[in-house]
């Protein structure tokens, strides 16, 4: 982009990364549908030699959500789990892993069953109060993991004072910010190390693409992880790429009125009789939410909720219910999603280890989208209508 000195995050969302086409003007960046590059002389070459290693359409990204998230260096991925995995593949067996215990369930199926057993170690605690992270670090802990807000539970973790208490013992400090995104919250700027996404949700926005991103100013980190993007190849095609970069454009119009949905959403729920509880960071007797107030710009586009009588049976009706609302695993994109964690995301989780976690088997998820927002609360309120609340919660919860 042509040098705008202090840009703002808008600005950054069109233009970073991107200057028009060299060879035709064209203001969007080609999709450079290409497996190599012509040399004029055995490694005399543009700064391009073979697709795996680089690609224009690709450098152009990362260059715009480097900016996104004040970061020098952004290596993007095929997958949010390609991502992680390249961050995991950069410890050694005997490295201890500190991370929450209400994590994404892809990441903790990587973490236990994928590196686990590669002889990564790994601790799950409720980080809620920064100070109990002490009592987890041990002398081999490397990494502390931090999502937040978490899905699905919507809890907050304080990432200042967290990033502190790790910095002083050396250990990097990830933030996956996936449920966020930068527009809401810029971990960097907070002390993480390194912040990751998958770009599959708010930055790409539309449910049409797949795909992740690690974005960081530590300059060894950033060559480690160029390193094993060449040598392990889980690489984003051209065409992902520039999917993302269109997305990327309206990211900060798009999150604006997710989050206005959002929290009329959550204050429909709230006083809803057929309502249990509802999880929303942007309520104030919610526990997370003075930390959120302080590290994010807004509070998100997620709600998550249980019903009055907190069965499974009541909550699946009132999911095949919904009609704005779809059915469907994923979030972040402009459509409204309605999820149940327990069987869907969070379905590689061990029901007694999400049970510990405070993740209730009833928990209904909700991605708002940005529709109208009378279209979706009149969506809430039929599907609500639609539905009996069972009259002993108690036994019911006890079948289930
Ligand atoms: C979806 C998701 C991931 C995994 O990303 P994919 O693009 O699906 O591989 C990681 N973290 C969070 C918080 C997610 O929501």
């Known amino acids: 982009m042509a040098h705008i000195p202090d840009a703002r995050f808008g600005t950054l969302a069109v233009h970073a990364g991107q200057t028009p086409d060299p060879s035709t003007g064209a203001i969007m960046t080609p999709i450079y549908q290409t497996s190599t590059y012509v040399q004029e002389a055995p490694d005399v070459h543009q700064g391009y030699d ?5 690609n224009p359409t690709r450098t152009a990204l990362e260059g715009n959500l480097a900016a996104l998230e004040g970061a020098e260096h952004g290596i993007c991925f095929a997958s949010g789990v390609a991502a992680i995995d390249a961050i995991l593949k950069c410890l050694k067996p005997g490295d201890h892993i500190v991370s929450t215990d209400d994590l994404y369930g892809g990441t903790y199926r990587l973490m236990t069953q994928v590196y686990e057993p590669w002889g990564l170690d790994f601790t799950f605690a409720n980080l809620s109060d920064p100070a109990d992270v002490d009592a987890v670090f041990t002398d081999k802990t490397k990494l502390l993991w931090i999502e937040t807000p978490t899905n699905p539970l919507l809890r907050v973790f304080d990432i200042a004072a967290l990033a502190e208490r790790a910095r002083a013992r050396g250990v990097t400090v990830v933030v996956d910010n996936t449920f966020a995104s930068p527009y809401l919250q810029q971990p960097l700027a907070l002390g993480a190390d390194l912040v990751l996404h998958s770009t599959t949700k708010y930055l790409g926005g539309h449910s049409d693409v797949v795909g992740g991103a690690v974005l960081t100013s530590d300059d060894d980190w950033a060559e480690r992880l160029r390193f094993l993007i060449k040598s392990a190849g889980a690489v984003p095609g051209p065409m992902d790429c520039f999917l993302l970069l269109r997305a990327t454009k309206t990211l900060h119009l798009r999150l604006e009125r997710h989050c206005d949905n959002a929290e009329a959403v959550a204050s429909f729920l709230k006083d809803h009789p057929k309502v249990g509880h509802v999880r ?12 959120a107030a302080k590290q994010m710009r807004r509070f998100g586009g997620m709600v998550s909720f249980t019903l009055a009588d907190d069965t499974i049976d009541t909550a699946v009706s ?3 219910a919904t009609r704005v609302f779809a059915l469907a695993e994923s979030l972040g994109g402009v459509e409204s999603l309605v999820s149940h964690p327990a069987s869907m995301t969070h379905g590689s989780i061990p029901a007694d280890v999400r049970r510990k976690a405070g993740l209730p088997d009833s928990l209904i998820r909700l991605s708002v989208g940005v529709e109208d927002v009378e279209d979706i609360l009149a969506d809430l309120s039929q599907a609500l209508d639609s539905i009996t609340i069972a009259a002993s919660p108690e036994a019911e919860v006890e079948a289930a």
């Open 50 to 54: 073979y697709a795996r290693v680089g």
């Open 280 to 291: 929303y960071p942007g309520f104030e007797d919610h526990p997370g939410h003075e930390v």
């Open 318 to 320: 009132f999911m095949q």
